[in-house]
């Protein structure tokens, strides 16, 4: 059972131990939505998420038997290193199962915060199995993702923190397993019974919005999504029960949508999240939630991103901008033919970011060349005045997607 007294304990553990974290006025967001918007920057907590909150609250609440015989817990993401960080703080030992297939850059954050890593499992479910089995076996504390009392408590500060702060008529949450919007819809509405609580799931990995439609709990649909951060099977059963209790609504938001959402944040404001940080942007920007003069507090959960992830997503949004345009060319293979195809470009005022030439293409007839321009312009009339020029030349081209 969650008791608001505890948030309140909880807060003062994280002012201790790590950030009461800046809450943020969009003036270009707000212009842009009408509206009055707030950027709640979990991406500048310790660890690079909130999920440091619930695990340092959790350790705090850990008996001396507990922290004798360790901790462990499963995970690919930000809890694990949310626990590794905990754990290095109150000096307990703690082991932490990833997937075999965890990216190496995720198991040295881990590793750097002091954490024992053990790649077991093809898959979290698998890593999650031998992580409860070895619990047993060493007499370990598991240390739940989401569905834990302590967790929810610590995540639910972050609500405290922003009634204290700004007191909204909205607050938008991403959802995974639970854990973030029990604690922040808990603690707000004790705040303000009248503020409203959204949350954000993928549409990919929709477990909580199913689970609510059916009034039980199922898992997700697919789970093939970029927001790895939120892709949780099944919802937790206690937060289960909080988000039916104080949550509003739930509402779904396309990989498409989370991708330009974290790019426009990152042009904008140049703030740097991960894509389940950005879903509450994308929710609003998808027109799934309605802010028109309202003021609106948007949790960004995290800005742990693979930085190559980070460079698709920047070229994906330039394409849909049409500001990033890969044209191919098959072509006579003549003397003086490219540089009619590269002063058009020039002409148009467009950067030649990356530029192929294959003869040996299978689809490359013999005597043509196969050429491959990814340019970057500045808006589509200029993208439309340079496919005027390339078509008065008389080239045949094709636009690749």
């Known amino acids: 059972m969650l008791d608001y007294n505890n948030i309140v304990d909880a807060e003062k553990i994280v002012r201790e131990k790590l950030h009461r974290t800046p809450i943020f006025h969009s003036k270009t967001f707000s212009d842009m939505f009408d509206s ?23 350790f705090s609440k850990l008996s001396d038997d507990e922290k004798a015989h360790g901790v462990i817990t499963a995970s690919a993401g930000n809890h694990a290193q949310g626990v590794a960080f905990a754990a290095s703080y109150y000096r307990i030992n703690a082991k932490i199962i990833m997937p075999e297939t965890t990216p190496p850059a995720k198991v040295n954050a881990v590793q750097s915060y002091g954490g024992n890593v053990i790649l077991k499992g093809r898959s979290y479910d698998e890593s999650h199995e031998y992580a409860i089995k070895l619990s047993v076996k060493e007499k370990r504390t598991f ?35 639970g854990g973030l919007i029990s604690g922040i819809s808990f603690a707000a509405k004790y705040n303000n019974k009248n503020v ?19 009034n039980r709990i199922v898992p997700y ?40 959402a974290l790019f426009k944040l990152l042009e904008h404001e140049k703030i740097l999240v991960e894509p389940s940080g950005a879903t509450g942007l994308a929710a609003i920007m998808g027109n799934k939630i309605n802010v028109k003069n309202k003021k609106v507090a948007i949790v960004l959960s995290g800005g742990n991103i693979n930085f ?6 920047i070229y994906k949004s330039l394409e849909m901008e049409d500001k990033l345009l890969r044209i191919e060319f098959n ?27 294959d003869n040996l293409k299978k689809n490359t007839p013999i005597g043509y060349q196969n050429l491959l321009f990814t340019i ?26």
């Open 331 to 357: 072509l006579p293979d003549h003397p003086g033919t490219m540089v009619k195809i590269v002063n058009a470009i020039s002409k148009s005022g467009a950067n030649i970011y990356h530029a192929e030439v």
């Open 143 to 177: 240390i739940e993702a989401y569905n834990d009392d302590d967790i929810i408590t610590g995540q639910g500060t972050i609500g405290l923190e922003i009634m204290e702060d700004i007191n909204p008529d909205i607050i938008i949450v991403p959802i995974g397993g």
């Open 376 to 401: 970057n312009i500045l808006d589509k009339t200029r993208a439309n005045k340079l496919l005027k020029s390339l078509d008065e030349l008389g080239y045949k081209y094709d636009i690749v997607n």
């Open 308 to 313: 190559l992830l980070l460079s698709n997503i």
């Open 36 to 58: 009055d918007v707030y950027f709640k920057m979990e991406n500048f907590q310790k660890t690079g998420s909130f999920k440091s909150r619930g695990a340092m609250y959790k």
């Open 196 to 214: 409203k609580i959204i949350g954000v799931e993928s549409e990919k990995a929709n477990a909580m919005e199913l689970s609510l439609k059916e």
């Open 221 to 260: 649909t697919s789970n093939d999504t970029i927001a790895d951060g939120i892709a949780v099977k099944y919802p937790g059963n206690i937060t289960y029960e909080i988000v039916k209790k104080y949550v509003d609504e739930v509402v779904t938001v396309s990989d498409e949508n989370i991708t330009y």
